[in-house]
Each structure stands twice: as C-alpha cells, then as structure tokens.
C-alpha cells in the first residue's frame, strides 16, 4: 500500500494499521518495517511512519545484525527520528539482545563451545568495535560471573592478563573461557590472538586456572581455538 506523504497512521485504513494488525492477527503477521514503525509512532512532514521505517531499513539492506549496530547518532541522522525516537529504538534492540543471553544464561553449565558462544554472541557478536570479555566457572563449568575485560576499537582491542587473573581469584573461579569478537566478520585469528592465547594459558597454569577456550565470535559464527586442538 503507498501512504499520502505526511500522512498520519490514524488515517488509513484499519486493516493497514500495525497496532490495530498485531492486535488482530499477531506479533508475527507483522514486517520488520511495520514493527519498526509501531516503535515510532509518526513520520516526518514529507513520509509516513512506515515509509520511513522502510528507508532506514533499506540503509542497511533490511538486515537485522546490520540494524541492530546502528549508533543514537547514526538513527538521528534521519529526518523524523528524534532523541526520543532514537532511543525507543535501541532500547528495543536491547531488550531483544538481553532476551537471547537470558536463554544462554538459564543453562548455566557451559560443556561445550557451542555453548559458551551461546553467552557471547549477545554480549558482543553485532558490536562494530572489538572487546574482550571473560567467563568465570566453577569446578564443574557453571558459569559464575562474565565480565568485559577491555573494549577496543575496530581493528583490536588490548586485554590484561593480570586483569583477567585478578578476577578469577576474586571469584574464586578454577576455569576460564576466555573470547573477543571480529567485526569484521573474519573468524581467522591473528597472530596477536594466538600470542595472547598462549599468554592467557601459561599464565592460567601458573595460578592453577585452567584456560578452557579462547573464542572469536562473530555476529553469525564463531572460532573456537579449543575445538581445533591448539589449546
């Protein structure tokens, strides 16, 4: 359906309204663009609620991790999308992100690489700027604690090992997985990875904390150096 410019949604048809198609039909009758536009409420004096919606949808090709990295400012440089607006919207990325690490969370015991990235990649997997965190377990891997260790920029991020050690005392923590994410989508580490690798696991022998893992995560998979025997 193409909407006057400017027009109001209380002006369509009920039918084409999103909250009144949610309330009769369901969450999931409804596009990503007829979400996003329930989120915002109005447009701008020249697009409708939805057709503004769709353009910044299209901005990122209507990929969701895509849209989920956009900034406060990046939203704010659309016309019709106000501080208010800016920050319904990520606010209800935040929600949906925290949703995904409650259900990691709620297993508790992490057994395999599959599931500690499972905790990670809400955490970090659609950050656009790197940051190494570290998960804390027990004797028998229930995770206790995950904490960012340092953030970083685009290209790398400097973690601590007597940062990462500290804590893990503190805990009283006997294993550690340790992990950072690429965002440039690559999953191959580099050679300071594995020189940190190597550090973190010398170090966790030292103090009798087992290194279990280093993981690289990305928004779609993940390396784990665990599985490919160089841990």
Avoid: C
Avoid at 188 to 207: E, F, H, V
């Amino acid at each position: 359906m193409s909407n006057a410019y400017g027009s109001t949604i209380k002006s369509w048809s009920e039918d084409d309204r999103p909250r009144e198609k949610l309330k009769n039909k369901g969450l999931d009758s409804l596009s990503d663009a007829e979400l996003l536009t329930i989120l915002m409420g109005t447009g701008n004096a020249k697009e409708s609620a939805l057709d503004l919606a769709k353009r910044i949808l299209a901005s990122v090709d209507f990929n969701l991790l895509s849209f989920s990295r956009l900034s406060l400012e990046d939203l704010q440089r659309f016309k019709g999308v106000g501080l208010a607006k800016a920050v319904r919207i990520l606010a209800a990325i935040e929600l949906g992100r925290r949703k995904e690490l409650g259900a990691a969370l709620k297993q508790k015991k992490l057994s395999s690489s599959a599931s500690a990235a499972a905790v990670l990649r809400p955490l970090i997997g659609d950050l656009n700027h790197e940051e190494f965190w570290t998960l804390y377990l027990n004797n028998s891997n229930h995770l206790i604690a995950q904490r960012r260790i340092s953030k970083g920029g685009l290209s790398g991020t400097v973690a601590d090992p007597r940062e990462v050690f500290r804590k893990a005392l503190e805990l009283k923590s006997t294993a550690i997985i340790i992990a950072h994410n690429h965002p440039s989508g690559s999953l191959n580490p580099s050679r300071a990875d594995d020189a940190l690798t190597r550090q973190m696991y010398d170090a966790g022998q030292t103090l009798m904390v087992n290194v279990l893992d280093h993981i690289i995560v990305t928004d779609e998979s993940y390396y784990s150096y665990s599985d490919e025997g160089r841990l």
